[in-house]
């Protein structure tokens, strides 16, 4: 499985951005997927996450916040940012967990996008 994030940029305060992830490859069932991110001089946190039936996980630091949304028939998850602030500076890093048809588990990460919050 290999996975294509896309969306990241510079933004100023207050203001928003929407990351996607893409999941390709092969036959799979992807269970959930999600976001951490790696701000510079940091350890890498989670985000959020979404499963397959919906079921979704927020850091309290982002809560109220960002939104998460998937599309399960284009394997694909959203992440959309409102209201960000510096302190939401750093690399996002998308996730996805789940089983190939051989039924081998997985774990995979995309390569990241970097958002940027600055006036």
């Known amino acids: 499985v290999q996975l294509q994030a896309s969306g990241g940029g510079l933004v100023q305060p207050g203001g928003s951005l929407r990351l996607s992830c893409e999941a390709s490859g092969g036959a799979f069932d992807l269970r959930a997927m999600g976001w951490d991110r790696q701000a510079p001089g940091k350890e890498r946190e989670f985000v959020a996450q979404i499963t397959k039936s919906g079921k979704l996980l927020f850091a309290n630091s982002v809560k109220g916040r960002f939104t998460l949304d998937r599309d399960n028939a284009e394997n694909t998850v959203y992440l959309q940012m409102n209201s960000l602030q510096p302190e939401d500076t750093a690399v996002y890093y998308c996730?996805?967990?789940?089983?190939?048809?051989?039924?081998?588990?997985?774990?995979?990460w995309g390569q990241g996008t970097q958002v940027t919050v600055s006036s």
């Open positions: 996730n996805g967990i789940g089983t190939y048809s051989s039924g081998a588990y997985f774990n995979e």
